[in-house]
Structure formats: C-alpha cells, structure tokens
C-alpha cells in the first residue's frame, strides 16, 4: 500500500440543473425516458469479471405504471454469495496495494460521467424506478452521486495527511489501512446517491465490497455500476448481488472475514443484522465495524414569533418532497395556538396546490410511492386516522393503486401529542399536527424530545432568538441534523453532513470524513532512528 500524500483535491458541489422547456438537458432526459420505457434490460449478478444470470428474477417497475416492467434482475443464490465473498477477497490484495490516487481517479472519472455522459441515464432510471419527478432525481441521482464520489476522494489526502508528532531519534508514521476481509454494503431504495456511496465509501479507502441493492432499485444501483466499470473499477472490488435481502444476509453475516457493514434503510432490519452479528462474534476475525443510518421521524416546531410564510412552505416541502419517502422528512408538526387559524390557511392553500401523478409531466410534485406494500402501510395509517376521536384529516386522505401507487398529501390534526401517527415511521405523505398553547414552549420541546425513539432530522421556525437557543439546547439529542428556519430535508454533501443517533443509526455522517474513517483501520509505525 502507497498512500503517500502528493495530490490534492478541490471540491465543490455539482450544480443542479433546471430542465427547463427546450433545455438540452431537458431534451436528452426526454428522450432517454422515451428509451428506456421502449427497452427491456436484463441485470445479472456481478461477481469479480463474471456476470452471472441465475434464472431466479425479479421485476423491474415503475410504481406509477405498475404494470409497465422495464427490466429484469437475477438473484444471487448461497452459491452466489459464496462466490462473492471469494472474488472480493481475491481482489483485495491488489487493490489496498494501490496508491490512493489511482483509487480516487476512479472516483472522480466515475462523477464525470455521472455528471456528464450518464447524466440523462442515471435520472431517466431514477424517475422511472423511484418514482421521482425531475427535480428529485437531478438532486438526487446526478448531483450527489456525484458529490459523494468527489467529496470522498477529496477527504483522502485530508485524512491521510494527519500523523502522529515524532520526537528527536524517533519517526512515527500512521499508516491508514483498509480493514481486513470484506465490507457489506446493504442499499435502501429511496436515494440513487445513497446506494453509489455505500458500496463507494469503503472502496474508495481500499476495501473490497459485496453490495446488495434494494429490490425496488436494482435497475439504478446497477447503472452505478456500470459508470464504476467505466471509470475503471478493478473486477472483483465490488461485487453486485442483487437478491433476497434474508437469505443473502444470512451467509454473509456468519463469514468469518465479514469486517464491515454499511447499511442506509428501517431500524428493525439493522437492529435484526447487529443482533445476528452478535450472535456470530465470537466467529469472525475481527470485530465487525457497523455502520447504519435508519429511521426517523422527523419534527418541525413553529413558535409563535415564525414567519408564516416561510414555515408553511418548509412544513410542505419538507413533508411531501419525494412522497415523504425520505428519511429525513417531516412527520410531526408542533404549531403554537396563537397562529395556528392563519397557518392552516396558507398550508392548506399550498397542498391543495401540489400536482400528484406521473412523474415525466414537469409540473409534478409528487409521484407515486414505492410499492404495494409500502402503499398498503401508508393507506393503513391513514385508514387509522379516519375512524379515530382523536384525530381528523384536514387535508387529502385519499389512496389509489389502480394506475400506480399514490396517495394523496394527508394532513392529519392530532388532539394527542402522541398519537400513532405523530409516533411511527409511516414513509410517506402523511404529515401530523399538534397545536400547543403557546406559554407551553417549554413543555412542547421536551415533548419533541421524548414523543419518539428516533433522532434524525428537526427543525424550528422562529424569529425570537430565545426560543430558537432554547429549542437547540432541550433538543440536543432530538436530532443529528438539526434546522433553524429551514425545513429537515435536503442535506448537501459537504455542507451537512448527515446522519442521526437514537434508534435512527450510528451516526457516522455520510459525506463527511468521519464516515470514511470507520472504513479505516491505522497501523502506527515507531522507528527508532
Ligand atoms: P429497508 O430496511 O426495507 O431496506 C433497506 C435494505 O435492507 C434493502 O436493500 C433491503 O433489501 C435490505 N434488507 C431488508 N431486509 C433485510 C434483512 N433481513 N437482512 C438484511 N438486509 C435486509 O428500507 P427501505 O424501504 O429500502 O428504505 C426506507 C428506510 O430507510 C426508512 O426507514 C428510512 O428512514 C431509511 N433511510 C434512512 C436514511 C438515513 O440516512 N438515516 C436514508 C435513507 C433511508
């Protein structure tokens, strides 16, 4: 291994495009759409140089066309697996060999083409796939796919650069190495970005990788990795096995050479792969690093000193962007009394505004949600609401999968603080309010703290500057990405860098170093001179 420090990297986020009518950018999307509704792709499994093509499938679709298929993917069996976890190890030992500039290289070629090449095609699957509208997918799979790439390569030198003070007769060098064995990265569907940087991180610091996409994603997840292959990804460093999120997971979690997880998705399916994995540690070689970011339920808290204007707009955006299919959007509303009338007007008004439905129509807000089962969860929740005392729906409430699967923007007022919806993970557009009097701030902030396990994203709308101090000391644990007029989505690469604690993961900041350390593991060298 060479990591010797002699580049350095510049970065800056990749600016987000418009799409606006007759925009080449606009045309060349139009017409990949156009293309790949027209086409039918068959994903192998990719292990080491071989693709394989088990016979064992599943459908790729668009969830706002459901019966529309565009591709198909196979799934990796044990037999699979097994091979993975051989291929990764046998490309280890070349890869963490290599200096750490070429292993940026690749990165950074890989965001060019993301950003230039490939543009069209990683947002045309992305619509398609993940039902997002062509705003959310340029944010999305062109932009911080990109930045992630870029940020992490730029972060390299950075972190390689810190060493250890030596004295006089005596040189001490750290030596930041890959870790032994190989890294597990499990993607979520929601977030192209999200699923390029999993498997990304721990490659880009010398580590090889088995990657298992979210079913509902494999279509994206693998043009990511063909962009890898083109900017000249060795065989064998990521390993693609698509497949039955259970049963792969079993034969990799009882590896012994299993040194890692990086994992985005729900609460229940980290604490279920920590809790195999502790089962299994008196097995492996070394201690397994567990790196997963979950759940959230995410608040807004409005006192009564907020602009108006701009809270309702962060409470709509923050809520129903992307189907509230983020985890870092909006769920629980807290709403002073006093302004409560003037604000449910303005965030009436502006749902009532947002346009659901096929995503390919610029003017939409928002698509349909993921799949049946995602649909049926949702539509659950709000069935719930319906029939209860201690709630009404103010706003939407309506569910319809004839076509695709989509919900109307729900808006739900709770007389309860906590009542089921102000409590759970729904993932979707749901979005419940509380109106608290408004001598009760305190209250209400220790409330936020305490209603839910999770502690992922928060934000307060405020002009006192009082309460705004007062909402980020009680709340200091409530959240790991916390607002101050601003709504808790739309985390940028470099600039906040994300992740939450509580039952919403480890908090390991994506797009920071502090991620790409957990994929190190340093070995200091004394010499005595
Ligand atoms: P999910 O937990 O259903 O799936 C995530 C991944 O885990 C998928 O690849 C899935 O196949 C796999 N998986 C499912 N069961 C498994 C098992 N038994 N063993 C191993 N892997 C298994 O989540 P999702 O529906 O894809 O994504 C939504 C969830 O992700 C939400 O809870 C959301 O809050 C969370 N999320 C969190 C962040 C964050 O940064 N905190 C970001 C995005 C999404």
Known sequence: MNNNVIGKIDFVNEAVLKYETGSNERIELERELANMKNSFI????IIGEKEILT????????PHNKSKIIGEYHKASEKEVEMAIEEALKAKEKWESLAWEPRASIFLRAAELVTGPWRAKINAATMLIQSKTYKQAEIDAACELADFFRFNAACLPQIYNEQPMSLKNMW????????????YAVSPFNFTSIAGNLPGAPAITGNVVLWKPASAAVYTAYIIYQILKEAGLPDGVINFIPGNAGEVSEIILKNKHLSGIHFTGSTKVFQDMWTAIGNNITNYKTFPRLVGETGGKDFIIVHNSANLESASQGIIDGSFEYQGQKCSAASRIYIAKSIWSSMKKIIIEKAAKIKVGDVERIDTFMGAVIDQKSFDNIKNYIDYAKISNEAEIIFGGNCDNSIGFFVEPTIILANDPHFKTMEEEIFGPVLTIYVYDDDKFDEVLALIDSTSGYALTGAIFARDRYAID?????????AGNFYINDKPTGAV??????GGSRLSGTNDKAGSKLNLMRW??????????
């Open 55 to 62: 016979g064992n499938k599943g459908t790729c679709f668009l």
């Open 493 to 498: 690469v470099g600039q906040q860098p994300f």
């Open 470 to 478: 007062k909402a980020e000391s009680v709340l200091v644990n409530a």
């Open 520 to 529: 190190i593991s340093p070995r200091v060298i004394k010499e005595t001179l």
């Open 172 to 183: 001490n060098k750290m030596e930041y190495r890959p870790i032994e064995g190989f890294i």
């Open 42 to 45: 068959e994903i192998p499994v």
